[in-house]
């Protein structure tokens, strides 16, 4: 410990070194930032043999009492300082003689005197490890003048020695070594020269003293110490950003593995971190940033006698909640008492400080020099406890912090995923047990089948419950697959009707024959229907048909009692759901999966009810019983399954009105291209868009419905047709499943699972619509896949912002990963360029000119991080921009790429070389 490396002060005991003293025991250097101590107790009296390695005495600085240690042996003799005397680093305590005749038994007296040189000092430490690093703010007060140093130590005088700290202290405040005299052996310059030497101080920072009345008294340490840091905050340019988290699930879990609740959230903090790092950097003056890998948190605890001690629990990142929790017991125990050490206490890179348990509803805390941000939990109230992040401008924006939160919020209320995975049990997530099955997986739709698939290929024993008596959900009986058919049709209608541009005549009056049609499509989806069943089968899936619902967290139930031998209809729920005894048996299982899917959603509008009793309105699941097609059509809502049946039906044949409550159609496409398509579908000729309408009523019978609706000015409509279609939206449908009785936690019909899509209850699991989301096959089928290499102990997570989606128009609109808007309200730095259909030879060819494509870049990275169309086939083109996205390709990349030619792909490789070229030029003007 470089003894000599500090200030002083006016109290330290001024005293001779006795005859024969050989050597001094001094005021430890705790940390950088502490220049004085106080005696507290001294342990030994003089005359006392002394032994190396003997605890002499202890001291207590702003922060903590630590014992003072002794390397040598002798006899401790005086003068020694006083108890409760203020002694400067590096002044002497007391001394070591060497033979018991020559120890002095006063007390030093109090005046001014210096700090002994490291030379002349003893070997005598706090009961520490060696010093760490502490932040270069702590150094460098905002009441002392900053340098533009930083935390780099100045050059070495001119033909004289320095000792390391001061050089260190002088680099921080700016100090000009040369001109500083010497006080050390040999003019040697210490700590104590670099500090007469600076610039006077500037009370608070610069700040105003206020004088006011009273006989005030001394501040002990520890007030001057919160004192001198409250001030210093007020340097930090802050703001506050407010979450309202629910706890239970985490004191549940918490409680369950056998850890502290604080310890828990600690850990939560730096998991957000890892996609968040900046919350754990620090500005440095002047003008730098700190960034730091290791995640160390300090929390505020009350010390006995009063005060608050911040112990840091460190490297939260890296090591598992066990052996965090360890080591944040003994570090309370000890902040209690004030018996830290000085690396336990100095340099935390992120805090925390909790004032719930004492009841208060909302507070602010205060960030100090040194962190980003400082986090304060508030007590719990309905919409959860209040998280307030006070943070430093300099290192984080608002939108950085309220993203912080918002996955903080996701960790903390759906806990148990990390916290297994952080107390040390990796590996497959069923429990040991003798189970029916390893997996029962509810549903056999896309999800269900993927996940089913790709456990039994791994070995596990796995049911399949579903309520048809084949796989393959909405999509293939209801949705993807019977629509395509349709489009199909309709695409060679409108394609029929566009061929005399390519001098092919005679084909521009095609005739549509319903029943051909409708028998193609049964088959197909019977033929599918018939190849999934035998494929799941033929890999040894228990395919079971039945209403599944859980018994308790082990145990489901197979109704049977509404099963029915038409997949084309969606099955109604037996008896178990009508509160009538089941007809079934019940199964116990290591693990579930919940993939029920989600069926429409119908809002309360007057007579929509009555509409769905009597087919007058219809939905995504009764239009495929449709005789003939209609001949007027009204469709409620924009959304995908909305736009493509109007549009479906107009090329039939159908004068169609589409209805939509929002300002736009598409509200999941890119903003622009949903705004192009709502154009191109007005100018179809029997095709009629209306947003922001509000519909107020149903009538009629099927054949001759009305409905009346109130558009943006507030003026009343009524509209004739033969049906209504409401396309809604889908909404799951949790009655019957029995989540209760499991312990699965929902909100607002969506069952709430993480990014593994486990649920709250660690073996149970959830995928596809019932999770809401984007409600997509393909969504479904990849959870499902996350899902099972979850069970199975891998790590794979769900990740939206690099999903995708087509909507089957004409053009057809597809997205895959981010918009701009997206990107930026993620933090991103977001870039696009875009190219209109119009220019390329193969649209102009085919005279298919409608659209564009985009493309959006990360600025920083020039990573794409979203492509967006409208364009015919994009379908097929979408394919290359899922590998770019979720590749996370670059511009360069893409550009380098050699595209087929002449192929619509080449837009690609176009797009990119022009981004990366304008990203080239601004970076030019912009001197980068």
């Known amino acids: 410990m470089p003894a000599a490396e500090a200030e002083f002060v006016a109290a330290t005991p001024v005293a001779t070194a006795p005859a024969g003293a050989i050597h001094n025991i001094i005021m430890p250097q705790l940390s950088d930032t502490i220049t004085e101590g106080v005696v507290v107790t001294w342990e030994k009296q003089p005359g006392d043999k002394i032994k190396r390695g003997d605890i002499v005495a202890t001291v207590e600085t702003d922060k903590a009492v630590m014992d003072v240690e002794v390397f040598r042996d002798g006899y401790l003799s005086g003068p020694i300082a006083s108890i409760d005397s203020t002694v ?23 005046g001014a005197a210096a700090p002994q040189s490291a030379h002349g000092a003893a070997h005598a430490v706090a009961h520490a490890p060696a010093k760490t690093e502490a932040p270069a703010m702590a150094a460098a007060p905002v009441s002392r003048p900053v340098s533009q140093g930083g935390g780099t130590p100045a050059a070495r005088p001119q033909g ?12 921080q405040q700016g100090v000009d070594l040369n001109t500083v005299p010497g006080s050390g052996p040999r003019g040697v310059i210490v700590a104590a020269d670099v500090a007469n030497a600076r610039p006077a101080p500037m009370v608070g920072g610069g700040f105003p003293q206020v004088a006011v009345p009273g006989d005030g008294r001394p501040m002990t340490k520890l007030e001057a110490a919160i004192s001198k840091s409250m001030t210093e905050s007020l340097s930090m340019p802050t703001f506050h950003v407010t979450a309202h988290i629910k706890l239970d699930t985490l004191i549940k879990a918490s409680k369950a593995v056998g850890v502290s609740v604080t310890v828990a959230i600690a850990k939560a903090c730096a998991e957000a971190m890892k996609k968040y790092p900046k919350m754990n950097w620090c500005y440095q003056p002047v003008d730098k940033l700190v960034e730091r890998a290791s995640v160390d948190i300090g929390m505020a605890v009350s010390a006995d006698g009063g005060g608050l001690v911040v112990p840091i629990l460190k490297g939260c990142e890296s090591r598992d909640l066990a052996e965090l929790n360890g080591d944040w017991k003994d570090l309370v125990e000890r902040a209690r008492k004030r018996r830290l050490k000085p690396e336990e206490y100095t340099g935390s890179t992120f805090q925390i400080s909790n004032m719930g348990m004492f009841g208060v509803s909302h507070f602010d805390a205060i960030a100090t020099p040194g962190i980003a941000a400082i986090l304060a939990i508030s007590a719990n109230s309905e919409q959860g406890s209040p998280f307030t992040i006070t943070a430093d401008h300099r290192v984080v924006n608002g939108a950085e912090v309220a993203m912080y939160l918002g996955d903080l919020k996701q960790l903390i209320e759906q806990p148990e995923r990390w916290m297994e995975s952080t107390m040390g049990k990796g590996g497959p997530a069923i429990p040991a047990g003798n189970w029916d099955y390893d997996v029962v997986v509810i549903g056999g739709g896309p999800g269900g089948e993927d996940c089913a698939r790709d456990l039994v290929g791994h070995g596990l024993k796995v049911a399949m419950i579903n309520d048809s008596p084949f796989p393959g959900g909405e999509c293939l009986w209801r949705g993807c697959i019977p629509s395509k058919a349709w489009r199909a049709a309709a695409d060679r209608i409108r394609d029929r009707a566009h061929d005399e541009h390519l001098g092919v005549t005679g084909t521009n009056k095609a005739k549509l024959d319903w029943n051909k049609l409708e028998a193609h499509r049964r088959n197909v989806l019977e033929t599918r229907g018939d190849m999934a069943l035998k494929t799941d089968k033929g890999v040894k899936i228990d395919y079971i048909q039945g209403f599944g619902s859980f018994v308790d967290d082990h145990h489901a139930l197979i109704d049977v009692s509404g099963n029915q031998q038409d997949p084309h209809t969606r099955a109604q729920p037996g008896n178990q759901a009508a509160g009538k005894k089941p007809n079934g048996k019940t199964v116990s299982f290591g693990c579930a999966v919940i993939a029920t899917g989600a069926p429409p959603f119908v809002p309360p509008i007057e007579g929509a009810l009555d509409g769905l009793k009597s087919g007058a309105v219809l939905t995504s699941d009764t239009v495929w019983a449709l005789k003939t097609p209609p001949k007027k059509l009204i469709v409620v809502g924009g959304g995908a399954i909305g736009v493509e049946m109007a549009q479906i039906f107009q090329d039939f044949g159908a004068e169609v009105t589409l209805l939509e409550a929002q300002e736009r159609i598409l509200a999941e496409v890119e903003p622009e291209i949903a705004k192009n398509l709502a154009a191109i579908l007005n100018d179809d000729p029997n095709l009629t868009v209306h947003t922001n309408v509000k519909l107020a009523k149903i009538g009629g019978k099927p054949g001759a419905v009305t409905a009346n609706y109130t558009d943006a000015e507030g003026k009343s409509h009524t509209l004739k047709a033969d049906y209504v279609i409401m396309a809604t939206g889908k909404r799951p449908v949790l009655d019957g499943l029995g989540l209760d009785k499991a312990n699965v936690a929902s909100e607002r019909s969506i069952i709430k699972a993480d990014a593994s899509c486990r649920t709250n209850v660690p073996h149970i699991f959830a995928i596809g619509d019932v999770i809401g989301g984007l409600m997509l096959a393909h969504t479904a089928a990849q959870q499902g896949r996350v899902a099972a290499a979850t069970i199975l102990g891998e790590d794979l997570k769900y990740d939206q912002d690099k999903d995708c989606g087509v ?12 918009s701009v808007e997206q990107a930026k309200a993620k933090g991103i730095d977001a870039v696009e360029a875009k190219v209109p259909m119009s220019i390329d030879a193969k649209a102009m060819i085919n005279h298919e000119t409608h659209g564009m494509i985009k493309l959006v870049a990360d600025k920083a990275t020039q990573r794409i991080v979203g492509v967006h169309f409208l364009a015919d086939h994009a379908d097929t083109l979408i394919g290359e921009a899922v590998m770019m996205v979720s590749a996370g390709m670059t511009l360069t990349q893409v550009g380098n790429a050699i595209h087929p030619h002449p192929t619509q792909t080449e837009l690609f490789g176009e797009l990119a070389r022009r981004l990366a070229s304008r990203l080239r030029r601004s970076a030019k003007v912009n001197g980068h």
């Not at 004289?160 to 680099?171: N, Q």
Request: aromatic share 8%; hydrophobic share 50%.
């Open 160 to 171: 004289r020695g320095a000792t390391p700290f001061a050089r260190k202290l002088a680099g």
């Open 807 to 818: 909507i089957f128009t004409r053009p057809e609109a597809a997205f895959v990963g981010l």
């Open 88 to 110: 400067a680093v590096g002044a002497a305590m007391a001394y070591l003689v060497e033979k018991a005749d020559q120890v002095v038994r006063e007390e030093a007296k109090p």
